[in-house]
């Protein structure tokens, strides 16, 4: 989201010039962008504001377009690994027609939501999972099968899980939200979705 918003603001100011410059010649300035993206939450409350606030990898990659060097790109994944947590008791796979309702879901962390709203994963926005969904985005790969295919193998669990709790961690700039490390979803959920891709029983793997 906080990318998404700077690159938005950005667009928005270099239109201008782009009708009176050759495009190569327009140059977008971080610090204009952000005054512009903080005055469009200046109304809005603490907890919003706070948002728009830039970590270091987001920072980077909103700087670089998502297009980092490979040294860039090795110092934001050891970060964000170091911020990837296990599930402490060692199991990764909740319930998968619980994780079907997480990845179904678009709600959560929106002004119209209420405070109890649960947050949802909204995966099909991103990908196609159950392979009979006929609604599904392609920005992602398909994740059909995606269990099957790994054979369910530990290591592969491991390694989904590491992708879902911080996308960083794997691939530098990723489009993919950080569930985990920004606590977009707790745990459960993230052990709920993890065994919507990875249980036998799942229509997933189906």
């Known amino acids: 989201m906080y990318r998404s918003i700077l690159i938005a603001a950005a667009v928005a100011l270099s239109s201008g010039a782009a009708l009176a410059q050759d495009k190569a010649s327009v140059s977008i300035d971080p610090a204009k962008v952000e005054a512009v993206v903080k005055s469009t939450f200046s109304k809005a409350p603490q907890d919003w504001q706070a948002r728009i606030v830039l970590d270091d990898t987001q920072r ?7 297009q980092v060097s ?8 050891k970060r964000e690994t170091a911020r990837v947590v296990l599930p402490a008791d060692g199991k ?6 619980k994780g079907f309702a997480v990845a179904n879901s678009g709600q959560g962390g929106q002004f119209s939501d209420g405070p109890t709203t ?12 159950d392979p009979k969904e006929v609604s599904y985005g392609t920005l992602g790969p398909s994740l059909a099968a995606y269990g099957k295919e ?8 491991k390694d989904a899980w590491t992708k879902i709790y911080d996308s960083q961690a ?13 606590k977009v979803l707790s745990d459960q959920q993230l052990k709920d979705v993890m065994a919507y891709l990875f249980d036998p029983e799942s229509p997933v793997n189906k």
């Open 150 to 157: 790994r054979k369910y193998e530990p290591a592969a669990i």
């Open 170 to 182: 794997v691939v530098a700039c990723s489009n993919m939200p950080r569930f985990g490390a920004s």
């Open 60 to 66: 980077l990659c909103t700087l670089h377009r998502n």
């Open 118 to 129: 649960v947050n949802g994963g909204n995966c099909y926005a991103c990908h196609q999972m």
């Open 92 to 97: 990764y796979l909740g319930d998968w027609k």
């Open 70 to 77: 490979a040294a860039d790109a090795d110092a934001i994944q």
